[in-house]
């Protein structure tokens, strides 16, 4: 449903007209795990762009109504916004200004850094996840493949610097493409 490709203050924008009465932005970066100079820095960095100075923007975008998430694979970080087409010029503003810079703290990193280690185990455990794993051993058998989550000695390597040199690596404007769904009506305005 890729209605036109644009560009805007040097992204790549593609635009997708549905009649929805939900609208849902996809801001994707060409560096997920593969890129790792710390074995799951990237997966890291995707759970951290939550926290510190962008806390307070992800609490103001759910009182929006705003679903907010964010997936690293092997070769993308990607962060998505969902919400009601008539929350969208709100939440646009606020979605952007989560990718303005980065600041954590040593204790916020601490806090997730313990949730990232459930995750790694629970994956582990999981059948389904197991069965993926092998699939991508299967298609990368050549060395490409990668351990997006981390190992527990890897996780627990990572520092606030790794976080911040994957983030200023990460976040340049010809390594991002912006994906924006919502009404035909709205899309104009919601580019501008």
Known sequence: NILSRRDIHGFSVYCAGEDTALAK???????????????????????MMFKGKNKLLVERLEFLGVSINASTSMFKTVFTLECSVFKVMDAIPLFAKLFEGFS?????????????????????????????????????????????????????????????????????RQNAYIVLTCTKSLLNPAIE
């Open 25 to 47: 932005i996809r801001v994707a970066f060409n560096h997920g795990s593969t890129t790792d100079e710390v074995e799951g820095v990237h997966h890291a960095l995707e759970h």
């Open 104 to 172: 954590v703290n040593a204790e916020d990193w601490d806090k997730e850094r313990s949730v990232i280690h459930s995750e790694r185990i629970q994956r582990e455990t999981d059948h389904d996840s197991i069965a993926w794993d092998n699939v991508v051993t299967a298609l990368y058998a050549d060395g490409v493949q990668s351990n997006i989550l981390g190992t527990k000695e890897s996780i627990d390597r990572i520092t606030l610097d790794d976080l911040t040199n994957a983030y200023t690596k990460m976040v340049f």
